[in-house]
Each structure stands twice: as structure tokens, then as C-alpha cells.
């Protein structure tokens, strides 16, 4: 079964998974200094803050890009709330400097609908490649990082869950109540998908764009039909990346990339991007 291979490479990726709660009050702030004041200055603090040595400057920049209600998915940990956040975060990059190692974003940022995907590569002191990675970044209404997404590396190879082959079908499918329940086996209630053009949440929602693209553009989703999990909590994948193609009717293809964050097995969030960008 699928589903059975899916487990069993969560059985061989060994994460260290930690929880937290929502900041509770004014005593987890590392710093007094304010909030950055929109999504542009949140970048340049959470990317600051990767080169920044000094420990209390670093974790005040982190946590100044931060919402209050923020989280971290990565393979260290999965965490929820501001601390829990700039704890791990400053972790991570202490880790790095503790290896004679930096974080260094040699291409531009890609931003849209709240969200932002940036690659980068770790080096160590001679300029030497470590890792190659890439970050998927939210943003609540303010402009705060709402949610980090760190895929570093390569991620422990699986097929597709039956969630995520339930996804493939129904966009192929073109009947309202047949895509409907596959959805809802795919998909949490108030799953959220972006792609290039369009920010849709909530399962009818997407039900009735999947039916518009499928009028306009008369394609095929095509999965890959292997996934890379890079976060799990236990035997569940909490963050998976997995290419896609989009087979038009013509003869051309559309290649994406999704990133794709789960909750109880299903997916509560994916944003599907060119695979080219980067």
C-alpha cells in the first residue's frame, strides 16, 4: 500500500520534536524594540538575524519579525507561538556560527499573496558549499512572519500519501461531487492554496477554483510519484515538497513545485510555484 510506504519513511527520518504554546505575556519578549512595521522590514530582520553573532541582537531581530501567533516547521522541531519560534530560529543559527558556518541568499526573494519562497546555501569559513536549502514564508495582515518553512537539504524520500493522491484526483475530476469527496479526504476544512494567480481557503473554495482552472486551461495534474518529507511529529509528515506537472491539452506542460504543510495527515496548506524561479 502507499500509505504504508509513506509511514515507513517516516519511520527512518529521525526528528527531535518540540511543541509550545502562543506567547502568554509581555515576559517572553526578548527585547522591548517594536515590531518591524510591515513585511519588508520583517525580511530584513529574519535574514539580519542569520549573519547577526551577538545572541541577545539576534534573537531580538528574530522575534521582531515575528507575529505574536507565529510558528516553526522544520526538522528540528515544530512549534507554535513567538518564543517557541525565536528559540528554535536562534538555535538553528547558533548551531551554524557554533560550526564556523554562515547562511548566505545568493538569488532574489519571490513574494506574493502573503508568502514569500527564497533559496539559500550554508558555507562554512573557506567558502566550502555545507547545504543547499530553501525557506516558504507567511505573513499575517501586518506583514509578520506568520510562519517559517525550512526545507534544508534533501528530505527523506517516500511516495505520496492517499491524501495527497486524493488531491491529484480531484483536480482531474470533473464532477462537482466526486472532486467534493475527494477533497475531503485530501484536505482539511480550512485548507488554504495559493499558486501564481490565485489565494483560495477553505475546501468549497477550492472545489470551485479547481473547476475554473480546469475550464480554462483543460489540463491534466500530473504528481510525482515520490515526495520529500522534511518535518514529521512522530508517525505523521508535517512538511512535504513534491514536483508536479500540469499537462495542457495542446501538448505544452506546466512544471510547479508544491510545498505543502499537513495536519493529521491532510493538507491544511499548499502553495504550488513555478519550478524554474529558482
Same mark, same amino acid.
Given at each position: 500500500?502507499? !500509505?504504508?510506504?509513506?509511514?515507513?519513511?517516516?519511520?527512518?527520518?529521525?526528528?527531535? @520534536?518540540?511543541?509550545?504554546? =502562543?506567547?502568554?505575556?509581555?515576559?517572553?519578549?526578548?527585547?522591548?524594540?517594536?515590531?518591524?512595521? /510591515?513585511?519588508? *522590514?520583517?525580511?530584513?530582520?529574519?535574514?539580519?538575524?542569520?549573519?547577526?553573532? /551577538?545572541?541577545?541582537?539576534?534573537?531580538?531581530?528574530? !522575534?521582531?519579525?515575528?507575529?505574536?501567533?507565529? &510558528?516553526?516547521? &522544520?526538522?528540528?522541531?515544530? @512549534?507554535?507561538?513567538?518564543?517557541?519560534?525565536? %528559540?528554535?530560529?536562534?538555535?538553528?543559527?547558533?548551531?551554524?556560527?557554533? %560550526?564556523?558556518?554562515? #547562511? *548566505?541568499?545568493?538569488?532574489?526573494? *519571490?513574494?506574493?499573496?502573503?508568502?514569500? +519562497?527564497?533559496?539559500?546555501?550554508?558555507?562554512?569559513? $573557506?567558502?566550502?558549499?555545507?547545504?543547499?536549502?530553501?525557506?516558504?514564508?507567511?505573513?499575517?495582515?501586518?506583514?509578520?512572519?506568520? +510562519?517559517?518553512?525550512?526545507?534544508?537539504? !534533501?528530505?527523506?524520500?517516500?511516495?505520496?500519501?492517499?491524501?495527497?493522491?486524493?488531491?491529484?484526483?480531484?483536480?482531474?475530476?470533473?464532477?462537482?461531487?466526486? #472532486?467534493?469527496?475527494?477533497?475531503?479526504?485530501?484536505?482539511?476544512?480550512?485548507?488554504?492554496?495559493?499558486?501564481?494567480?490565485?489565494?483560495?481557503?477553505?475546501?468549497?473554495?477550492?472545489?470551485?477554483?479547481?473547476?475554473?482552472? %480546469?475550464?480554462?486551461?483543460?489540463?491534466?495534474?500530473?504528481? $510525482?510519484?515520490?515526495?520529500?518529507?522534511?518535518?514529521? @511529529?512522530?508517525?505523521?509528515? @508535517?512538511?512535504?515538497? !513534491? $514536483?508536479?506537472?500540469?499537462?495542457? =491539452?495542446?501538448?505544452?506542460?506546466?512544471?510547479?513545485?508544491?510545498?505543502?504543510?499537513? +495536519?493529521?495527515?491532510?493538507?491544511?496548506?499548499?502553495?504550488?510555484? =513555478?519550478?524554474?524561479?529558482?
Amino acid at each position: 500500500m502507499t !500509505q504504508t510506504r509513506f509511514h515507513l519513511a517516516l519511520a527512518a527520518l529521525s526528528l527531535a @520534536v518540540a511543541c509550545g504554546d =502562543p506567547d502568554a505575556n509581555v515576559a517572553d519578549l526578548v527585547c522591548a524594540d517594536p515590531s518591524a512595521i /510591515d513585511a519588508e *522590514e520583517a525580511v530584513w530582520l529574519y535574514l539580519a538575524a542569520w549573519s547577526e553573532e /551577538d545572541a541577545f541582537e539576534r534573537r531580538c531581530m528574530i !522575534q521582531r519579525s515575528l507575529a505574536v501567533d507565529a &510558528g516553526f516547521v &522544520g526538522a528540528a522541531a515544530s @512549534v507554535e507561538g513567538r518564543a517557541a519560534t525565536v %528559540q528554535q530560529l536562534d538555535a538553528r543559527i547558533a548551531s551554524l556560527f557554533g %560550526q564556523g558556518a554562515i #547562511r *548566505e541568499t545568493p538569488n532574489a526573494m *519571490e513574494t506574493r499573496h502573503q508568502e514569500a +519562497r527564497l533559496a539559500w546555501v550554508t558555507k562554512d569559513a $573557506s567558502g566550502t558549499l555545507i547545504e543547499r536549502g530553501e525557506d516558504w514564508l507567511e505573513f499575517d495582515e501586518e506583514g509578520l512572519l506568520l +510562519r517559517i518553512h525550512i526545507f534544508a537539504g !534533501q528530505g527523506m524520500e517516500a511516495s505520496p500519501s492517499d491524501p495527497l493522491l486524493a488531491w491529484e484526483r480531484a483536480w482531474n475530476t470533473r464532477d462537482d461531487a466526486s #472532486r467534493a469527496d475527494a477533497l475531503s479526504e485530501a484536505a482539511t476544512e480550512v485548507v488554504r492554496f495559493t499558486d501564481l494567480l490565485t489565494d483560495v481557503r477553505g475546501r468549497d473554495a477550492l472545489g470551485a477554483e479547481i473547476g475554473r482552472q %480546469q475550464d480554462l486551461l483543460g489540463g491534466t495534474l500530473e504528481l $510525482s510519484d515520490r515526495v520529500e518529507i522534511f518535518a514529521a @511529529v512522530g508517525a505523521e509528515a @508535517v512538511l512535504v515538497r !513534491q $514536483s508536479a506537472e500540469i499537462v495542457l =491539452p495542446q501538448g505544452g506542460v506546466i512544471r510547479v513545485v508544491n510545498y505543502v504543510r499537513l +495536519r493529521g495527515g491532510r493538507i491544511e496548506r499548499l502553495s504550488g510555484f =513555478p519550478s524554474s524561479a529558482l
